[in-house]
């Protein structure tokens, strides 16, 4: 299907595993992002991507890591989950242009 | 990016214009004014963005004033759909800027 995708859509885990979430778009877009959405904040951006292998730090990067090999996948590693890391999770990207696409949402808690 | 000011919530009748107001006094010139919204538990969806004129879609309308100090979304038939927290920020570009996404307003159409 096209657009794009994030799985799983539920995740349950324990505090010091890691998990990886994932993000799929079929556009080829060179541009992707994370933010996490808390209740009582609005979306923080975790890290973008300007391209395959180019990645930066947003607003709240710690205790997350990310990697782009590919230009249509995008994920996000929490290497050791602490319960605050507990969020919704959404994946967005965009060509340069204006809009951007967000993904559906990846509702993250950490036992 | 430009610091937005929203109102936190609004209601609107079923069938009447949605007028959304956003104060952003900071907002430098070469910042455009986006519109997104997020219905409960989907991502945010773009709604319109402006830089200096007004400006129409399929879903709204912008209205920027003259200084570009605040702009009004106007929904022009709002429908029970249109329930959803609407976020107005001030950035350079979906790609450049990164969207600071604030608190929104959480617009409530009713019957």
């Known amino acids: 299907d096209a657009g794009i995708t994030q799985s799983p859509r539920y995740k349950i885990t324990e505090t010091g595993r890691q998990v990886t979430l994932m993000c799929h778009q079929t556009?080829?877009?060179?541009?992707m992002f994370w933010y996490r959405q808390d209740l009582g904040h609005g979306l923080r951006l975790i890290y973008y991507?300007?391209?395959?292998?180019?990645?930066d730090k947003g607003e709240v990067p710690d205790g997350y890591v990310v990697s782009r090999s590919k230009t249509e996948n995008f994920p996000l590693t929490l290497e050791s989950a602490t319960r605050s890391q507990t969020s919704v999770y959404f994946c967005?990207?965009?060509?340069?242009?204006?809009?951007?696409?967000f993904g559906p949402g990846t509702r993250l808690t950490v036992t | 990016d430009a610091k937005t000011t929203q109102p936190p919530s609004m209601d609107c009748a079923e069938g009447r214009a949605a007028n959304l107001p956003c104060n952003h006094s900071?907002?430098?010139?070469?910042?455009?004014v986006y519109w997104y919204r997020q219905i409960h538990s989907q991502g945010p969806q773009y709604i319109i963005h402006?830089?200096?004129n007004n400006e129409t879609n399929e879903m709204a309308s912008l209205i920027i004033t003259e200084d570009r100090k605040s702009s009004t979304l106007i929904l022009p038939h709002a429908t029970l759909r249109d329930t959803a927290v609407y976020y107005c920020i001030g950035t350079l570009g979906g790609s450049q800027g990164n969207l600071i996404f604030g608190k929104g307003t959480k617009l409530s159409v009713k019957p």
């Open positions: 900071t907002i430098s010139g070469n910042e455009y």
């Open positions: 991507s300007a391209a395959a292998d180019i990645t």
């Open positions: 556009w080829s877009h060179s541009y």
């Open positions: 967005a990207s965009t060509e340069g242009d204006f809009e951007q696409y």
């Open positions: 402006g830089l200096k």
